[in-house]
């Protein structure tokens, strides 16, 4: 293990990986202009995620739509995925780059450049994201500042150096590793509107190696540390972690954005409780995450329970 009193660290083995990935995106880095046929239209007569996934599905509200509704909730679900994609990742940019800036030198070259490849992808990423929403004439969601999630959130954001770097890699981790599970669950099945579909895949690419960075450094970084100094991270990520996992079962601001009136009022905590709790989205929750609440299990950072959902203000879209 190199210098375990470095801020970040990694075996030799892992190394090896991090240096062969920094390989293959030099080799392939995305290019906006390139990654999708912009030229082309959006065709927003076909499903952009596959029915079985809608946050409403196998519930009362379901039956009640058109299918014409229907579809038009499959763009909006869509459309919340690929906000909360562009508003984790620009928001990653400049804190890999303070860190590198603190203390780089102290990093594994390995590491340090990763880090900068990372930021650097997620920055046209984020431009993708944008152009597809603008494209396809989508709104943008915001997303909800639930507490756990808002707690870490804001602290990573405005005093990213207040806490151990591992926490901002390891946040990043959960957060893209879980919408990538999503989407992928989501969208990789036949059927499916080919711009969004591709869009989709041309991310999981890269994805793949970043949470493959972010799982070396955390494996690491828990086989390496005490379980004193390993408390603090699990009391802050464990309340959070719930707050992640259920955000993606429903948002409420689609309440505010269907053409029709939707079936659920965004106050009706009772209502928007028992779609989240639905059986559709506990399977769907444990089939899709199953990889990451595995992971989270072995290292100990799984709440014994998930707290459902409180209601927070929803405010209007963002651009
Ligand atoms: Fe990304
Ligand atoms: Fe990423």
Same mark, same amino acid.
């Given at each position: ?57 196998? !519930? ?56 900068? &490849?990372?930021?650097?992808?997620? *920055? ?41 770097? &591992? @926490? ?15 989407? @992928?669950?989501? !969208? ?23 949470? !493959? ?33 259920? +955000?993606?079962?429903? !948002? ?8 029709? +009136? ?55 879209? *963002?651009?």
């Amino acid at each position: 293990m190199a210098a375990l009193n470095a801020p970040l660290f990694a075996s030799q083995e892992n190394l090896h990986v991090i240096n062969s990935m920094i390989n293959t995106s030099h080799r392939s880095p995305m290019l906006l202009g390139d990654v999708l046929p912009w030229d082309e239209m959006i065709d927003r007569s076909a499903p952009p995620k596959l029915a079985s996934t809608s946050w409403i599905y196998g !519930t009362k509200y379901w039956e009640q739509l058109t299918e014409a509704q229907r579809l038009e909730v499959l763009w909006l679900e869509n459309a919340r995925d690929v906000s909360f994609f562009i508003q984790l990742e620009q928001f990653l940019p400049p804190m890999y780059m303070s860190y590198l800036t603190a203390f780089g030198a102290a990093l594994a070259p390995e590491i340090e450049e990763y880090m900068m &490849i990372f930021a650097k992808e997620e *920055i046209v990423h984020t431009q993708m994201f944008r152009r597809y929403l603008e494209k396809a004439n989508l709104p943008n969601f915001v997303i909800p500042q639930r507490p756990g999630f808002a707690h870490v959130m804001h602290t990573l954001e405005h005093s990213p150096r207040s806490l151990p770097p &591992i @926490v901002g890699v390891m946040w990043t981790l959960v957060l893209e590793w879980a919408a990538e599970l999503n989407a @992928v669950h989501c !969208t990789q099945v036949d059927g499916i509107e080919p711009i969004t579909k591709q869009m989709f895949w041309a991310h999981h690419i890269d994805e793949v190696r970043h949470i !493959t960075f972010g799982r070396r450094l955390c494996e690491d970084y828990f086989t390496s540390k005490s379980v004193e100094e390993l408390t603090p991270i699990r009391n802050l990520f464990k309340p959070a972690i719930g707050d992640v996992l259920e +955000e993606f079962k429903y !948002t409420e601001q689609i309440s505010d954005l269907t053409s029709f +009136e939707f079936p659920i009022h965004k106050t009706d905590l009772a209502a928007i409780r028992a779609v989240r709790a639905s059986e559709n989205n506990t399977r769907l929750n444990a089939v899709r995450f199953k990889e990451i609440i595995d992971w989270l299990t072995r290292l100990d950072l799984m709440p014994e329970r998930i707290v459902p959902l409180g209601m927070e203000p929803v405010s209007s879209t *963002i651009n």
